[in-house]
T-cell receptor, first 112, second 112 residues
């Protein structure tokens, strides 16, 4: 089934550790996104990539980095995790025409 | 309507009734709007979208209405079913690239 695959589905991580959340899509969409979802704050954009080889900062980029080496993969890295990064992280993609974004089922991350 | 606090607004409807979920957006330059449904433990799922050159669009059991004058968007669900119970988000295209700005969500509870 075509779509977005995120891994891991959940993770408990000690503060200060490095963590990479994986995201892969098989729809050949040009644009990809990372959001965090926190109760009461909705979905907030962390980073995005309009096409392979380019990335941009979203609303809440601090403490996160991304790369887009190819069309299909868009990993999100926390270089040194802090408790405030405890959240549910969603990866999404859309075709370049700006159509609806398709979401994965998220990674639930707890930083202790 | 959309939440501004820690608790999502909740709309409770009886099975078989029609539901109306409202959303106010902020950017008068937004030209594309989407409604998403999010079930517990899942990522947001596309329901229906509308562009600013339209004021109404219908799908299967759902209708989206757009009032650009007052920057208001609504989602109408006909003959609401228990499977419609979820959190519903509106999203607007900010107009700069492909990023979406999400509302904080409304929880729909369908009672038998």
């Amino acid at each position: 089934i075509a779509g977005i695959t995120q891994a891991p589905t959940s993770q408990i991580l000690a503060a200060g550790r490095r963590m990479t959340l994986r995201c892969t899509q098989d729809m050949r969409h040009n644009a990809m996104y990372w959001y965090r979802q926190d109760l009461g704050l909705g979905l907030r954009l962390i980073h995005y990539s309009n096409t392979a080889g380019t990335t941009g900062k979203g609303e809440v980029p601090d403490g996160y980095s991304v790369s887009r080496a190819n069309t299909d993969d868009f990993p999100l890295t926390l270089a040194s995790a802090v408790p405030s990064q405890t959240s549910v992280y969603f990866c999404a993609s859309s075709d370049v025409s700006g159509g609806p974004q398709h979401f994965g089922d998220g990674t639930r991350l707890s930083i202790l | 309507g959309e939440s501004v606090g820690l608790h999502l607004p909740t709309l409770s409807v009886q099975e078989g009734d029609n539901s109306i979920i409202n959303c106010a957006y902020s950017n008068s330059a937004s030209d594309y709007f989407i409604w998403y449904k999010q079930e517990s433990g899942k990522g947001p799922q596309f329901i229906i979208d509308i562009r600013s050159n339209m004021d109404k669009r219908q799908g299967q059991r759902v209708t989206v209405l757009l009032n650009k004058t007052v920057k208001h968007l609504s989602l109408q669900i006909a003959a609401t079913q228990p499977g419609d119970s979820a959190v519903y988000f509106c999203a607007e295209n900010r107009g700069s690239g492909y990023a979406l700005n999400f509302g904080k969500g409304t929880s729909l509870l369908v009672t038998p």
